[in-house]
């Protein structure tokens, strides 16, 4: 109020006292402008943070809600991924071998002994990895308003592939088998139902809901039963 009143005042007040004045009007003005542009940002992060909320991280926007998420996604990448570079290491290696060792000039049964051994590493190790891992499903979505399933696996050259299929697709083998959980259509699947955050999901998976096999849960409570004999 005092500063506003010396400004008023004009000439008749002393030199410095104006000064001071003004001095003290452009602070005033200052911090209101960076109370402004405070407002502004908590308003901007309040509407960012809330769009943030809205969206789970656990929905996409094709495949649906995301019911499985295999543990062992990286490790499968990882093994296939060196089998790969070895592989290829091998192709480039292979020339220089056969110069240095001399076993171009060898007789043709060395020749085929080594390329029989070279090719083992070179082409059926990374094909029978990819044969027993194809089926691996590193995540598993659900749309229900449909009741179909997307299952994301790897292809043989490492990337993402994504294959759906609906519920009456699935069909569970009559023997059990070690690298497939289910067929979907006849593309076998792998998964492990301990990683099912939900255990209906699993159970409607299988078709458990409808049909008179054993459930989740029953597994569940015949081993606990088992246990605590």
Not at 40 to 55: D, K
Not at 79 to 104: A, D, H, Q, R
Not at 181 to 192: D, E, G, I, R
Not at 196 to 206: A, I, S, V
Request: proline share 5%; glycine share 6%; with cysteine.
């Amino acid at each position: 109020m005092l500063p506003l009143l010396l400004l008023r005042a004009g000439p008749a007040a002393p030199a410095w006292l104006r000064g001071a004045a003004q001095s003290a009007c452009r602070r005033r003005a200052a911090v209101a402008a960076a109370a402004a542009r405070h407002r502004q940002v908590a308003s901007f992060q309040g509407v960012a943070v809330r769009s943030l909320s809205t969206s789970s991280p656990h929905d996409h926007p094709e495949h649906g809600r995301l019911v499985y998420k295999g543990n062992l996604a990286k490790t499968v990448l990882g093994v296939k991924f060196f089998s790969y570079s070895t592989s290829i290491f091998n192709l480039f290696m292979m020339p220089y071998i056969m110069l240095k060792s001399g076993i171009g000039v060898e007789s043709l049964l060395v020749q085929a002994a080594f390329y029989g051994l070279i090719g083992i590493f070179t082409f059926v190790t990374p094909v029978t990895l990819h044969l027993l891992t194809k089926g691996y499903v590193i995540r598993l979505y659900y749309k229900e308003e449909v009741d179909t399933y997307t299952a994301i696996t790897y292809n043989a050259i490492l990337a993402e592939k994504a294959t759906v299929f609906h519920q009456k697709d699935v069909k569970i083998p009559d023997i059990t088998k070690m690298f497939t959980t289910f067929y979907a259509k006849t593309k076998s699947m792998l998964v492990n139902p301990m990683l099912f955050p939900n255990p209906q999901d699993y159970n409607h998976l299988m078709g458990y809901d409808k049909s008179s096999f054993l459930k989740f849960e029953d597994l569940e409570g015949v081993k606990e039963a088992d246990e605590r004999k």
